[in-house]
């Protein structure tokens, strides 16, 4: 896999010149006589901004011609937009991908790829494999997917691309998303990561922290907003560390909080590190900025945190949770836990519960580790392994207490009146799904068409993790 890595890295910059302008040159000779009949299934794996890449991706198809339909047996391609960060993740898609091939008996000329972080990743491998994938390409190749899906339909581009260059100066200027349903919008204002946390796959699929310019980010709020959307979330994969000409992540949440019309700002996934007392202050003066914080510690240790080469100690964890709770009172936090990380001893292990207990996280997202080929972690002793067995004991012991701790958090804000954005019809009759600005999830009664509107709705009871409730 270090070769795989290496071996992108060196061919990434003449490759995304010639990427660029074979995707300019083949686009004109393509545009207006597209391959017989032309819709695109698009599944999204992992995180947030999948599936905003799912929506630029659409965007782009849809300029080549291809229409979005929501089930693989209607469609002429099928894309699989992916995620590396563990193995897991990787295996669900290998799965689905023996499962996809099955629409090829009714269709000759279905195409399927492989797109996202996975397909950077494992690169060619997946082509050569017998995963049965036509077209391979990573995160910085959306932009020419719209010309080579439609030529090698068409016969005028071979099967079997990869496109798989990391490109700096792609900033994915020009392109247009198309939304998926919704209520809420996703907008990313940065991709790609420059910290090198030794567990993680992210620097090596999406490459350098790359931000858009300040202007099209509240441009595209505005649109989304002159669209219908009253919710934003902007994306980064360290997004408070954004930071461009015209200013910082506090700046720039300012701006999209002003824009009129716009009732609702997330942003996710922020380093600890970065949010500063000004991005706080910015939290607790605008009125449409949420009061909600994803702030992953990763593990109570400082011995742990060292090795994971996070760039926080536990204390400094704890002072930047007190300085937000100061700060925005109300603010819920959640958090990311990895569990069974090299060298994690009882003690370890036991500092990352004790640090759960202390800071008492709305909501956490608990992880087994899971070695990815190619990150730093893997060069560490392997004597230093966490056997797999303690490491699902941890995992498991870590799931009870913060479950505990949710409900009792949950519990305490049962009788409350909330103000809920509408998202969609819950799975039990009758009910509908919404969440308040603190991104508590809560099943109330009413109608379809209540969707996409605000109502002020009482917490009723919770089972833990989501809650009940009745419109006040
Ligand atoms: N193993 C397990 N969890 C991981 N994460 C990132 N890399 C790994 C890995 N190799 C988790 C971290 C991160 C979240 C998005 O995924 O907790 O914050």
């Not at 995180?47 to 693989?72: K, S």
């Not at 990150?375 to 995992?395: G, H, I, K, N, W």
């Not at 954005?421 to 799975?427: D, F, G, P, S, V």
Request: glycine share 10%.
């Amino acid at each position: 896999m270090t070769q795989l890595v290496a071996l992108r890295r060196s061919r990434a910059a003449g490759n995304a010149d010639r990427q660029r302008s074979e995707a300019e040159g083949v686009a004109g000779a393509l545009v207006g006589r597209g391959a017989p009949g032309r819709t695109v299934y698009i599944e999204t794996y992992g995180c947030q901004m999948n599936i905003g890449d799912t929506e630029l991706m659409a965007g782009v198809l849809a300029d080549a011609g291809y229409a979005r339909v929501d089930d693989p047996g209607r469609a002429d391609v099928i894309l699989v937009n992916t995620c590396a960060i563990r193995e897991h993740a990787e295996n669900r898609v290998l799965g689905r991908l023996g499962q996809l091939q099955r629409y090829r008996d009714r269709h000759a000329d279905l195409l399927i790829g492989v797109t996202g972080c996975m397909a950077q990743r494992l690169g060619e491998a997946l082509l050569q494999g017998a995963y049965g994938v036509d077209l391979v390409a990573g995160p910085d190749a959306y932009r020419s997917i719209g010309w080579m899906v439609d030529g090698m339909r068409r016969g005028a581009v071979e099967k079997g691309q990869a496109l798989l260059a990391l490109d700096a100066d792609e900033d994915y200027g020009g392109l247009r998303a198309i939304r998926g349903e919704g209520v809420s919008a996703w907008v990313t204002v940065q991709r790609g990561c420059d910290h090198r946390c030794t567990f993680c796959i992210v620097p090596y699929v999406r490459g350098p922290e790359k931000n858009r310019a300040f202007s099209e980010v509240v441009g595209e709020v505005e649109e989304a907003v002159a669209a219908g959307y009253s919710e934003v979330t902007l994306l980064g994969q360290t997004v408070n560390s954004y930071r461009s000409g015209d200013g910082d992540f506090a700046d720039l949440l300012h701006a999209v909080a002003r824009v009129p019309g716009l009732r609702r700002v997330r942003f996710t996934s922020p380093h600890p590190n970065d949010v500063t007392e000004r991005l706080l202050e910015t939290m607790a003066s605008e009125p449409a900025v949420c009061p909600q914080l994803h702030l992953p510690v990763q593990s109570g240790s400082d011995r742990i945190l060292k090795r994971m080469v996070r760039r926080y100690t536990r204390r400094d964890f704890l002072e930047k949770v007190d300085l937000a709770r100061r700060i925005v009172p109300d603010i819920a936090l959640s958090t990311d836990i990895i569990v069974g990380f090299s060298g994690e001893m009882e003690a370890d292990f036991e500092a990352t519960l004790s640090l759960l207990a202390a800071v008492r996280f709305d909501d956490a997202y608990l992880y087994k580790y899971s070695r990815r080929g190619g990150t730093p972690a893997t060069r560490l002793p392997a004597a230093d392994d966490v056997p797999a067995a303690v490491a699902q004991t941890r995992l498991e012991r870590t799931i009870e207490l913060q479950r505990g701790i949710q409900l009792s958090v949950n519990r305490a804000e049962v009788g409350a009146v909330r103000e809920v954005l509408t998202e969609r019809i819950a799975r039990s009759a009758g009910d509908l799904l919404g969440r308040t600005a603190r991104n508590k999830v809560v099943a109330f009664r009413g109608p379809a068409d209540w969707i996409g509107t605000y109502r002020r709705v009482r917490l009723t009871a919770t089972s833990g993790a989501t809650f009940t409730g009745a419109v006040a």
